[in-house]
């Protein structure tokens, strides 16, 4: 299996515009959740999916960031308009969520966003 | 809320050399996780946990989910230059990953 897939790997952006990151889950795993870590605060869990439904969007920062999974293989994460203060490694993970590798959560690479 | 420390924040040490590291959480936890992140990466799962008292090996690196399942150590023996990286407890439990702080790993040729 090729893991979770993220794209771009690397994105620079001016102040204001929009910004997608993209994600492909491990094939047959049933849950996504979306990342963010920077030095001064870690991991934090910004959303995840189970079956394609959001269903804990409580760490999204605010409006500006949104989360989309239009199907099981594909996800998205936008920010419009993006910020200084959005620079930062996003990372896709997916897990499955039988037996018990369903806790056992699988990294994509990140995307590693600057906003100028 | 849940609070999660995980000691030392860093450590330099010189190959060869074993080394260890804990978490400890105020809330009881099903599962424990250990994740590696080299740089420019993303986490990678190191070690799974899922029961109490439980002892788990993986080549140089053991773990052990403490018995209140609150707490967890990693230990790494005779330490190699590719064990540099930054690694994570992570307890988990109903698809919520709990991330510690990190304890950030140097190993000095």
């Known amino acids: 299996d090729a893991g979770v897939i993220q794209s771009p790997r690397h994105e620079v952006t001016e102040m204001g515009q929009e910004v997608t990151l993209r994600c492909k889950p491990i094939s047959g795993h049933n849950s996504l959740f979306w990342y963010r870590q920077t030095m001064m605060r870690g991991l934090e869990l910004l959303i995840y999916?189970?079956?394609?439904?959001?269903?804990?969007d409580s760490g999204m920062p605010e409006d500006r960031f949104s989360a989309k999974m239009p199907n099981a293989s594909f996800s998205t994460l936008k920010i419009q308009p993006s910020e200084p203060r959005d620079s930062a490694v996003y990372f896709c993970?997916?897990?499955?969520?039988?037996?018990?590798?369903?806790?056992?959560?699988?990294f994509g690479p990140g995307t590693r966003l600057l906003v100028l | 809320g849940q609070q999660l420390n995980q000691s030392p924040q860093s450590m330099f040490i010189q190959e060869g050399e074993d080394v260890s590291m804990n978490c400890t959480s105020s809330?009881?936890?099903?599962?424990w996780l250990w994740y590696k992140q080299d740089p420019g990466e993303g986490p990678v799962l190191l070690i799974a946990?899922?029961?109490?008292?439980e002892l788990t090996s993986n080549g140089r690196l053991t773990a052990q989910f403490g018995i209140t399942r609150k707490d967890s150590f990693l230990n790494i023996s005779a330490s190699i230059p590719s064990d540099v990286g930054i690694y994570f407890c992570?307890?988990?439990?109903?698809?919520?990953?709990?991330f510690g702080t990190g304890t950030r790993l140097t190993v000095i040729p």
């Open positions: 993970a997916s897990s499955s969520t039988l037996g018990r590798e369903q806790e056992t959560q699988y």
């Open positions: 809330s009881i936890f099903n599962t």
């Open positions: 992570a307890p988990t439990g109903a698809n919520n990953l709990f």
């Open positions: 946990l899922y029961k109490a008292g």
């Open positions: 999916f189970n079956n394609n439904v959001p269903i804990d």
